[in-house]
């Protein structure tokens, strides 16, 4: 089967599909009262089969994750418990209630209560309850949970597509490959797996035909993914596994060199991350800056959306953990692929053109200061700098800076101690912002190019989508004159641009942003090895030169050729 290779090496493993998102409709219709006994037993088969994995959760979680087990074993009380279990029964037996209507009406009975209460802590318990009611209703269907943290070692997760918050808790002792039947070059499920350092291919439709537990190898550069494969083929893989290690150990003896091209031309290798705890690997793979911290993990996957103080937390430890290199927080980028529930945002036809990002932002004050708070307070701990995603016109950027501004000053005034002047910067990743370079330039510390949006709002191609994926491509002469565009506005500016999309992590990419004179080039860690590596190998007038003919090209597979050519004789 072939899909696109989206993060770089060969994993061999055997296949878990991840069933995490479907729930079918609940059926209401009333029962035969002939049913009514197996309508029970399925009930507790299913809570039986959810006793025993909440059981298998705890026991894996409590060394590691003390606090989750508890969660957990909470769950397995509730599931014991006669005032949860009689009510089900009764709904089944006296009002023909199929067996997942009766757990739908008893679970939604007791959020409700759990809501209604006066008191933070029984509130979020109602979490809780939704939790049980999946897992009863999943293992109802035939299609269990799958539990991240309870993988076999060597697995390579299957998915429909995988979402930020999906995998928020994806262990990489266990889970060494991704691959999805969705998704496109610069899905989540990419720019995860690359984050990770593990291989990935996404958007292969087959993928349907592979089983639970078979043996199957996937290729990160070519998108291939092998079932059952021979030995020969195997073994094959092995000797790929191999080079690559051989590959990384070369790349590492590099990290700690200047980041500069033979003729000595310097610029930034930056990271970008997602979480706090990332920040000594990034280091150690030679990270300079964190070019984009993408905030907005910080919302997902729960409830509320984060305090300030919790905010506060997490961006210190960032800060700490880069002892003294810059950070750039990226303000919440939610929308598009990132939706959240609390904020309680109507479903659209288009998100990736809809309310998202800074746009929400603007209209949700307490939201929006409540980061600025947080961020401005964490530049008294080190060099911060800002960044607003999204940004489409100048009167948007107005309004973001006044913001920022006045929360700075509402911060003097309460005596809290922040920079005196952090840094404002916006990405460059639609194109009405590109063609206004120049005009917006004038109003910023800095631009970071976002070429994962830039292209798809460039080429109107779904950056998720596998059917567009010739299309969306970084060497589209249009993209590329874009890019060109900033960069030179950047310059005349004397502002630094960066790049903090996918194309600064692909040695082609890289190579004509370099060429483009590209000040910093921020990307999953994993890549900063080896495009540190391609860059001193680079002659920078050279590439210079490359890019001067590539902008003349007519197809995005000249340019690839071109582009290709130089890289191989190097
Ligand atoms: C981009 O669009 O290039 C980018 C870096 O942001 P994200 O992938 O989070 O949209
Ligand atoms: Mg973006």
């Known amino acids: ?120 802590y029984f509130q979020a318990r109602a979490q809780d309850i939704v939790d049980i009611e999946r ?46 039947r969705l998704g496109g070059k610069t899905s989540h499920t990419a720019i995860l797996a690359k984050a990770l350092g593990i291989p990935a291919v996404v958007g292969c439709s087959e993928l349907e035909q592979i089983q639970d537990g078979d043996q199957i190898i996937i290729n990160g550069d070519t998108g291939e993914i092998l079932v059952n494969p021979s030995s020969v083929e195997r073994q094959s893989a092995l000797n790929a596994q191999k080079l690559q290690q051989e590959r990384e150990i070369r790349f590492a003896a590099e990290v700690k060199l200047p980041t500069e091209t033979l003729d000595r031309h310097q610029l930034t290798l930056a990271a970008n991350l997602s979480h706090p705890g990332m920040t000594a690997e990034a280091i150690k793979a030679g990270a300079e800056e964190v070019g984009l911290f993408r905030t907005e993990f910080l919302y997902l996957g729960r409830d509320s959306a984060p305090s300030e103080e919790e905010q506060f937390q997490v961006y210190k430890t960032v800060v700490e953990g880069m002892a003294g290199r810059p950070v750039i927080f990226r303000t919440m980028d939610i929308g ?108 910023v510390d800095f631009f970071s190019i976002g070429t994962n949006d830039l292209i798809q709002y460039t080429l109107a191609a779904d950056r998720l989508n596998p059917k567009l994926s010739s299309l969306y491509q970084a060497c589209d002469p249009a993209v590329l004159r874009l890019i060109a565009g900033v960069i030179e506005a950047g310059r005349k500016r004397g502002i630094p641009v960066g790049v903090c999309g996918e194309m600064a992590s692909q040695p082609l990419g890289a190579l004509l942003l370099l060429g483009m004179g590209i000040n910093e080039l921020s990307m999953s860690i994993g890549s900063l090895p080896e495009i540190k590596s391609l860059i ?35």
């Open 336 to 443: 598009g692929d990132k939706q959240v529930p609390y904020l309680g945002l109507a479903e659209e036809d288009n998100p990736f053109l809809g309310y998202r990002a800074l746009r929400i932002c603007l209209q949700e004050p307490e939201l929006f200061s409540a980061q600025i708070r947080a961020i401005l307070r964490t530049s008294a701990f080190g060099p911060v700098k800002i960044m607003f995603p999204m940004v489409a016109t100048l009167d948007e950027l107005d309004k973001a800076t006044a913001i920022v501004k006045c929360i700075g000053k509402e911060l003097a005034c309460e005596g809290i101690p922040s920079a005196s002047a952090v840094p404002l910067g916006i990405m460059i990743e639609i194109p009405s912002a590109a063609l206004r370079a120049a005009e917006f330039a004038a109003e």
């Open 536 to 570: 001193r190998r680079t002659v920078y007038s050279e590439a210079a030169r490359l890019v001067q003919s590539a902008l003349r090209m007519r197809t995005t597979q000249e340019v690839q050729m071109h582009i290709q050519e130089y890289l191989n004789g190097h």
């Open 1 to 120: 089967m072939t899909g696109v290779g989206v993060s770089k090496g060969v994993a061999l493993g055997q296949a878990q599909w991840m069933r995490l998102t479907v729930l079918l409709p609940i059926d209401n219709t009333p029962i035969n009262p002939s049913e009514i006994s197996t309508e029970k037993s399925k009930f507790e088969d299913a809570r039986q089969a959810a006793l025993k994995q909440i059981r298998a959760l705890v026991t894996s979680l409590r060394m590691k994750l003390p606090k989750e087990a508890e969660i957990f074993q909470a769950h397995a009380l509730i599931l014991e418990d006669e005032e949860f279990v009689t009510p089900v029964i009764q709904l089944i037996e006296q009002q023909c209630l199929p067996a997942g209507a009766a757990i739908y009406s008893i679970t939604q009975t007791l959020k409700d209560t759990f809501l209604a209460m006066d008191n933070e």
């Open 135 to 180: 897992r009863l209703i999943l293992n109802l269907q035939g299609t269990p949970p799958v539990d991240l943290q309870l993988l076999e070692p060597g697995t390579i997760l299957l998915a429909e597509e995988l979402t930020p918050s999906e995998t928020a808790g994806l262990n990489t002792e266990k889970v060494i490959g991704l691959a999805t």
